[in-house]
Protein backbone atom coordinates (compact mmCIF):
# COMPACT_ATOMS: atom_id res chain seq x y z
CA UNK A 1 0.00 0.00 0.00
CA UNK A 2 1.20 3.63 -0.87
CA UNK A 3 2.24 6.23 1.68
CA UNK A 4 -0.51 8.48 3.08
CA UNK A 5 1.15 12.35 2.80
CA UNK A 6 1.77 13.73 6.00
CA UNK A 7 -1.29 16.00 5.43
CA UNK A 8 -3.92 13.90 4.09
CA UNK A 9 -5.61 11.82 7.64
CA UNK A 10 -4.76 8.32 7.31
CA UNK A 11 -8.44 7.82 8.86
CA UNK A 12 -11.79 9.95 8.62
CA UNK A 13 -15.10 9.86 11.14
CA UNK A 14 -16.59 7.44 9.18
CA UNK A 15 -13.77 5.05 9.96
CA UNK A 16 -12.29 4.37 6.97
CA UNK A 17 -8.98 4.43 5.79
CA UNK A 18 -7.75 7.39 3.58
CA UNK A 19 -4.99 6.02 1.95
CA UNK A 20 -6.54 4.13 -1.75
CA UNK A 21 -6.62 0.85 -2.30
CA UNK A 22 -4.77 -0.43 -5.05
CA UNK A 23 -3.17 2.95 -5.11
CA UNK A 24 0.13 2.83 -7.38
CA UNK A 25 3.52 3.06 -5.35
CA UNK A 26 4.56 6.02 -8.07
CA UNK A 27 3.35 9.60 -7.27
CA UNK A 28 -0.36 10.78 -7.45
CA UNK A 29 -1.54 14.20 -6.67
CA UNK A 30 -2.88 15.08 -3.90
CA UNK A 31 -6.43 16.36 -5.48
CA UNK A 32 -6.22 12.99 -6.88
CA UNK A 33 -6.29 11.36 -4.14
CA UNK A 34 -8.91 13.08 -2.81
CA UNK A 35 -10.88 12.61 -5.95
CA UNK A 36 -10.44 8.77 -5.64
CA UNK A 37 -11.74 8.70 -1.51
CA UNK A 38 -14.72 10.86 -2.93
CA UNK A 39 -15.35 8.16 -5.36
CA UNK A 40 -15.49 5.61 -2.55
CA UNK A 41 -18.11 6.68 -0.90
CA UNK A 42 -20.14 7.37 -3.85
CA UNK A 43 -19.72 3.82 -5.09
CA UNK A 44 -20.45 2.69 -1.55
CA UNK A 45 -23.69 4.48 -1.48
CA UNK A 46 -22.78 7.08 1.29
CA UNK A 47 -24.04 9.61 -0.74
CA UNK A 48 -26.84 8.64 -3.02
CA UNK A 49 -27.65 10.15 -6.48
CA UNK A 50 -29.82 13.37 -6.05
CA UNK A 51 -28.26 13.81 -2.32
CA UNK A 52 -26.53 16.70 -1.20
CA UNK A 53 -22.65 16.18 -0.40
CA UNK A 54 -21.08 17.64 2.75
CA UNK A 55 -19.31 21.12 1.75
CA UNK A 56 -16.05 21.44 0.45
CA UNK A 57 -14.89 23.19 4.16
CA UNK A 58 -16.24 19.88 5.56
CA UNK A 59 -14.67 17.74 3.43
CA UNK A 60 -11.44 19.41 3.66
CA UNK A 61 -11.73 18.90 7.57
CA UNK A 62 -12.53 15.10 7.18
CA UNK A 63 -9.57 14.42 4.59
CA UNK A 64 -7.33 16.98 6.60
CA UNK A 65 -6.34 18.94 3.54
CA UNK A 66 -7.32 22.38 2.15
CA UNK A 67 -10.56 23.73 0.95
CA UNK A 68 -8.50 24.03 -2.70
CA UNK A 69 -7.38 20.44 -3.36
CA UNK A 70 -11.44 19.43 -2.50
CA UNK A 71 -12.61 21.70 -4.86
CA UNK A 72 -10.17 20.45 -7.81
CA UNK A 73 -10.97 16.92 -7.15
CA UNK A 74 -15.05 18.14 -6.95
CA UNK A 75 -14.16 19.98 -10.40
CA UNK A 76 -12.92 16.95 -12.21
CA UNK A 77 -15.78 14.74 -10.67
CA UNK A 78 -18.12 17.31 -11.80
CA UNK A 79 -16.74 17.52 -15.12
CA UNK A 80 -17.06 14.10 -15.36
CA UNK A 81 -21.05 14.17 -14.39
CA UNK A 82 -20.45 12.21 -11.30
CA UNK A 83 -21.15 15.17 -9.01
CA UNK A 84 -23.31 18.43 -9.82
CA UNK A 85 -23.00 21.57 -8.68
CA UNK A 86 -25.78 24.31 -8.32
CA UNK A 87 -25.06 27.56 -7.29
CA UNK A 88 -26.02 28.72 -3.83
CA UNK A 89 -27.37 24.97 -3.16
CA UNK A 90 -24.24 23.02 -3.00
CA UNK A 91 -22.54 19.87 -4.86
CA UNK A 92 -25.12 17.14 -5.33
CA UNK A 93 -24.30 13.63 -6.66
CA UNK A 94 -25.91 13.18 -10.45
CA UNK A 95 -28.37 11.45 -10.85
CA UNK A 96 -30.13 9.99 -14.36
CA UNK A 97 -33.38 11.25 -13.30
CA UNK A 98 -32.31 14.69 -14.15
CA UNK A 99 -33.06 16.17 -17.44
CA UNK A 100 -29.19 17.29 -18.77
CA UNK A 101 -28.18 13.58 -18.29
CA UNK A 102 -31.01 11.91 -20.39
CA UNK A 103 -29.39 12.62 -23.68
CA UNK A 104 -25.41 11.85 -21.80
CA UNK A 105 -25.44 8.42 -23.18
CA UNK A 106 -27.98 8.97 -26.34
CA UNK A 107 -25.85 10.93 -28.73
CA UNK A 108 -28.89 10.99 -31.61
CA UNK A 109 -29.95 14.64 -31.72
CA UNK A 110 -32.64 15.45 -34.16
CA UNK A 111 -31.87 17.77 -37.28
CA UNK A 112 -34.69 20.15 -36.14
CA UNK A 113 -34.84 22.44 -33.23
CA UNK A 114 -38.18 21.94 -32.47
CA UNK A 115 -39.09 19.99 -29.20
CA UNK A 116 -39.95 16.20 -30.10
CA UNK A 117 -41.81 13.45 -28.23
CA UNK A 118 -40.32 10.17 -27.19
CA UNK A 119 -42.26 6.92 -27.09
CA UNK A 120 -40.77 3.63 -25.87
CA UNK A 121 -42.12 0.26 -26.94
CA UNK A 122 -40.71 -2.90 -25.37
CA UNK A 123 -40.87 -5.72 -27.46
CA UNK A 124 -39.37 -8.23 -25.69
CA UNK A 125 -37.25 -9.10 -22.15
CA UNK A 126 -35.85 -12.25 -21.64
CA UNK A 127 -33.38 -14.41 -19.72
CA UNK A 128 -31.01 -16.69 -21.28
CA UNK A 129 -27.81 -17.82 -21.41
CA UNK A 130 -25.05 -15.47 -21.82
CA UNK A 131 -23.56 -15.28 -25.78
CA UNK A 132 -19.60 -15.87 -25.52
CA UNK A 133 -18.96 -12.15 -26.80
CA UNK A 134 -21.28 -10.66 -24.55
CA UNK A 135 -19.74 -12.82 -21.63
CA UNK A 136 -16.71 -11.45 -22.29
CA UNK A 137 -18.08 -7.91 -22.31
CA UNK A 138 -19.62 -8.56 -19.35
CA UNK A 139 -16.44 -9.46 -17.39
CA UNK A 140 -18.68 -13.02 -17.02
CA UNK A 141 -18.12 -16.65 -17.96
CA UNK A 142 -19.77 -18.00 -20.81
CA UNK A 143 -23.53 -19.38 -20.16
CA UNK A 144 -23.98 -17.25 -17.15
CA UNK A 145 -27.08 -15.98 -16.81
CA UNK A 146 -28.22 -12.43 -18.84
CA UNK A 147 -31.66 -10.25 -19.14
CA UNK A 148 -32.00 -9.50 -22.85
CA UNK A 149 -34.22 -6.71 -23.62
CA UNK A 150 -35.04 -5.61 -27.23
CA UNK A 151 -37.31 -2.42 -27.42
CA UNK A 152 -37.72 0.68 -30.25
CA UNK A 153 -37.50 4.03 -29.66
CA UNK A 154 -39.94 6.97 -31.53
CA UNK A 155 -39.76 10.20 -32.24
CA UNK A 156 -43.05 12.55 -32.79
CA UNK A 157 -44.44 9.33 -33.34
CA UNK A 158 -41.91 8.42 -36.12
CA UNK A 159 -39.62 4.68 -35.11
CA UNK A 160 -35.98 5.94 -35.09
CA UNK A 161 -33.91 3.25 -33.08
CA UNK A 162 -34.07 -0.44 -31.99
CA UNK A 163 -32.19 -1.46 -29.33
CA UNK A 164 -31.08 -4.62 -27.93
CA UNK A 165 -29.75 -4.81 -24.39
CA UNK A 166 -27.49 -7.43 -22.09
CA UNK A 167 -27.31 -6.77 -18.77
CA UNK A 168 -25.88 -9.58 -15.73
CA UNK A 169 -28.97 -11.91 -14.74
CA UNK A 170 -28.10 -11.60 -11.01
CA UNK A 171 -28.03 -7.89 -10.66
CA UNK A 172 -30.94 -7.41 -12.81
CA UNK A 173 -33.00 -10.53 -11.90
CA UNK A 174 -35.98 -8.91 -10.69
CA UNK A 175 -36.47 -7.15 -13.75
CA UNK A 176 -39.34 -7.78 -15.74
CA UNK A 177 -41.16 -6.92 -18.83
CA UNK A 178 -44.52 -5.45 -17.19
CA UNK A 179 -42.27 -3.59 -14.99
CA UNK A 180 -40.01 -1.83 -18.18
CA UNK A 181 -43.05 -1.12 -19.77
CA UNK A 182 -44.82 0.69 -17.30
CA UNK A 183 -41.95 2.69 -16.44
CA UNK A 184 -41.76 6.42 -17.85
CA UNK A 185 -38.84 7.74 -16.87
CA UNK A 186 -34.92 7.28 -18.19
CA UNK A 187 -33.94 3.46 -18.35
CA UNK A 188 -30.68 4.36 -16.38
CA UNK A 189 -33.03 6.58 -13.72
CA UNK A 190 -34.51 2.84 -13.61
CA UNK A 191 -31.20 1.07 -13.07
CA UNK A 192 -30.37 3.44 -10.24
CA UNK A 193 -33.38 3.70 -8.14
CA UNK A 194 -34.24 0.00 -8.46
CA UNK A 195 -31.20 -1.60 -9.25
CA UNK A 196 -28.68 0.39 -7.01
CA UNK A 197 -26.90 0.34 -10.38
CA UNK A 198 -25.58 3.56 -11.78
CA UNK A 199 -24.06 4.07 -14.92
CA UNK A 200 -20.68 6.76 -14.96
CA UNK A 201 -19.24 5.99 -18.55
CA UNK A 202 -19.25 4.05 -22.04
CA UNK A 203 -17.09 3.12 -24.23
CA UNK A 204 -18.61 3.20 -27.96
CA UNK A 205 -18.68 1.50 -31.59
CA UNK A 206 -19.97 3.09 -34.41
CA UNK A 207 -20.74 1.80 -37.79
CA UNK A 208 -22.35 1.59 -41.32
CA UNK A 209 -25.67 -1.28 -40.98
CA UNK A 210 -28.03 -2.09 -43.18
CA UNK A 211 -31.93 -3.10 -41.97
CA UNK A 212 -32.48 -6.39 -42.02
CA UNK A 213 -36.20 -7.54 -42.20
CA UNK A 214 -36.55 -8.01 -38.61
CA UNK A 215 -34.96 -4.46 -38.32
CA UNK A 216 -37.18 -3.25 -41.20
CA UNK A 217 -40.18 -4.00 -40.05
CA UNK A 218 -39.84 -2.26 -36.66
CA UNK A 219 -38.52 0.41 -37.68
CA UNK A 220 -40.96 1.22 -40.97
CA UNK A 221 -38.34 1.93 -43.15
CA UNK A 222 -37.36 -0.43 -46.44
CA UNK A 223 -35.22 -3.70 -46.26
CA UNK A 224 -31.54 -3.32 -46.68
CA UNK A 225 -32.01 0.78 -45.82
CA UNK A 226 -29.15 2.22 -44.48
CA UNK A 227 -28.68 2.72 -40.90
CA UNK A 228 -26.23 3.58 -38.11
CA UNK A 229 -25.70 0.78 -35.61
CA UNK A 230 -23.79 1.95 -32.35
CA UNK A 231 -22.43 -0.87 -30.40
CA UNK A 232 -22.15 0.49 -26.47
CA UNK A 233 -20.70 -1.16 -23.47
CA UNK A 234 -21.64 1.19 -19.73
CA UNK A 235 -19.53 0.92 -16.98
CA UNK A 236 -20.51 1.75 -13.12
CA UNK A 237 -18.14 2.73 -9.90
CA UNK A 238 -15.19 0.19 -10.05
CA UNK A 239 -15.38 0.56 -14.00
CA UNK A 240 -17.28 -2.76 -13.93
CA UNK A 241 -19.41 -3.67 -16.72
CA UNK A 242 -23.29 -3.76 -16.62
CA UNK A 243 -24.93 -3.31 -19.87
CA UNK A 244 -23.95 -4.50 -23.33
CA UNK A 245 -26.26 -2.07 -25.85
CA UNK A 246 -26.63 -2.38 -29.49
CA UNK A 247 -28.72 0.38 -31.24
CA UNK A 248 -29.64 0.56 -34.87
CA UNK A 249 -30.34 4.41 -35.59
CA UNK A 250 -32.32 5.40 -38.81
CA UNK A 251 -30.81 9.03 -39.47
CA UNK A 252 -33.41 10.56 -42.10
CA UNK A 253 -34.25 13.33 -39.03
CA UNK A 254 -31.44 12.43 -36.42
CA UNK A 255 -27.70 12.77 -36.69
CA UNK A 256 -25.26 11.52 -34.44
CA UNK A 257 -23.41 14.05 -32.19
CA UNK A 258 -20.44 14.22 -30.11
CA UNK A 259 -18.04 16.90 -28.46
CA UNK A 260 -14.33 16.62 -28.82
CA UNK A 261 -11.92 18.11 -26.63
Not at 94 to 117: C, G, K, N, Y
Not at 237 to 259: A, F, I, M, S
Amino acid sequence: MSSIPSNVSSSDPAGQSAAVPGASPTFSPLYQQIKALIMQRLQSGEWKPGELIPSEVELGNRFKVSQGTVRKAIDELAAENLLVRRQGKGTFVATHHEARSQFRFLRLMPDSDQPQTTDKKVIELKRLRAPAEIARLLGMKSGDSVVYVKRVLAFDGVPTILEELWLPGALFKTLTLERLAEYKGPMYGLFETEFGTRMIRATEQIRAASADGDAAELLAVEKSSPLLCVERVSFTYGDKPVEVRRGLYVTNRHHYQNELS
